[in-house]
């Protein structure tokens, strides 16, 4: 689920303050086991986006860049025992992480106030190590990159 504010200028380039909200579940898998655990994310980020097309165009196609903060929040049952607990645990806590996006898409008019949106975000950020906690002498990093489809309506005065 997303929502958004954005501001168009007079010409191609427009700003966007986000929040962007997921469901799913973090996961573990190894030589076919495997665990999970319920979470959630929030995402709150500013976007630039360039237009290729004029406001007044019926299809503008557009791409967008930002950053902001994403948090992962672990919404499990924590049980005394996690398959591949010798790797890592999956944790009943939240982690506030740095957050750089880009993405592209159509903006389509359906009529003066009303625009149809079709979008693809790459959301990006540092490893979240409070929520998936290495195990002892186990070593975790790198980036979560997440590609996320979308369709919506924006509506405007």
């Given at each position: 689920?997303?929502?958004?504010?954005?501001?168009?200028?007079?010409?191609?380039?427009?700003?966007?303050?986000?929040?962007?909200?997921?469901?799913?579940?973090?996961?573990?898998?190894?030589a076919?086991?495997?665990?999970?655990?319920?979470a959630?994310?929030?995402?709150m980020?500013?976007?630039?986006?360039?237009r290729?097309?004029?406001?007044?165009?019926?299809?503008?196609?557009?791409?967008s860049?930002?950053?902001?903060?994403?948090?992962?929040?672990?919404?499990?049952?924590?049980?005394?025992?996690?398959?591949?607990?010798?790797f890592?645990?999956?944790?009943?806590?939240?982690?506030?992480?740095?957050?750089?996006?880009?993405?592209g898409?159509?903006?389509?008019?359906?009529?003066?106030?009303?625009?149809?949106?079709?979008?693809?975000?790459?959301?990006?950020?540092?490893?979240?190590?409070?929520?998936?906690?290495?195990?002892s002498?186990?070593?975790?990093?790198?980036?979560?990159?997440?590609?996320?489809?979308?369709?919506?309506?924006s509506?405007?005065?």
């Open positions: 689920m997303s929502a958004w504010l954005d501001n168009h200028s007079a010409g191609k380039w427009s700003g966007e303050v986000r929040y962007d909200y997921g469901r799913g579940n973090l996961a573990l898998n190894q076919g086991t495997s665990a999970t655990f319920a959630e994310t929030h995402a980020h500013y976007d630039l986006q360039w290729f097309a004029s406001q007044e165009a019926a299809i503008q196609p557009f791409v860049g930002g950053a902001g903060i994403k948090i992962y929040r672990g919404t499990g049952t924590e049980e005394v025992y996690q398959p591949l607990s010798n890592a645990l999956l944790t009943k806590v939240q982690d506030l992480t740095p957050l750089a996006v880009g993405g898409g159509l903006r389509v008019r359906l009529s003066d106030h009303i625009t149809l949106r079709l979008e693809v975000h790459d959301y990006l950020t540092p490893f979240p190590n409070k929520v998936i906690v290495p195990a002498g186990a070593k975790v990093g790198g980036w979560m990159q997440d590609i996320v489809p979308s369709v919506g309506l509506f405007a005065n």
